[in-house]
């Protein structure tokens, strides 16, 4: 007779230990991956953060303000056709502060700061001039970088971008 050797069972509790250990690896790898994805930018064309077009200069009437709400600015076309894109965040507490057309300002809601079309102080308590974001005009398409934020204290003509 030829012995045959059959391999050894399995028991019940070294299964469940495999099992068990095999799902906590599982979620580890995906824990990790989640992690990773997270870390990442996924900044597309047009979200705030990158740089969005906001169109053709000829579409900025003079004297105009016109909201981005998904860039977070408004794109100011002053008298002289320069521009300036002003970040819609107030200086004083971060309020969003929106533009009030029958005024020709910015009104902020939290606490009444004022701001002219130039991103300047009309009413304290905001300490500075609105922020503003860098304005690009190629081809006659004018672009805004939100992907950097310029802080200053007034309005000065050396920050208007022309055509």
Known sequence: MTATTNPPETSRRDFLK?????????????????????SLPRLAEGEFGSILTA???????????TPFN??????????????LALYRKCT?????????????QFVCPCH???FDAKGDVLNPPAPRA?????VIIEDG??????????????FDPSQVVYA
């Not at 609105?130 to 860098?134: E, I, R």
Request: hydrophobic letters at 50%; a negative charge.
């Open 18 to 38: 495999l099992a068990w250990a095999g799902l906590g690896a599982l979620v580890a790898v995906e824990a990790g991956a989640m992690s990773v994805a997270f």
């Open 55 to 65: 169109g053709l200069v000829d579409d900025f009437p003079a004297n105009s303000v």
């Open 70 to 83: 998904q860039g977070r600015f408004y794109l100011s076309r002053l008298e002289d056709g320069g521009f």
């Open 92 to 104: 004083h507490l971060g309020c969003t502060v929106p533009w009030e057309a029958s005024q020709r």
């Open 112 to 114: 009444a700061s004022a």
């Open 130 to 134: 609105l922020d503003l974001f860098p």
């Open 141 to 154: 398409v004018v672009k805004v970088d939100t992907s950097t934020v310029i802080s200053r204290d007034r």
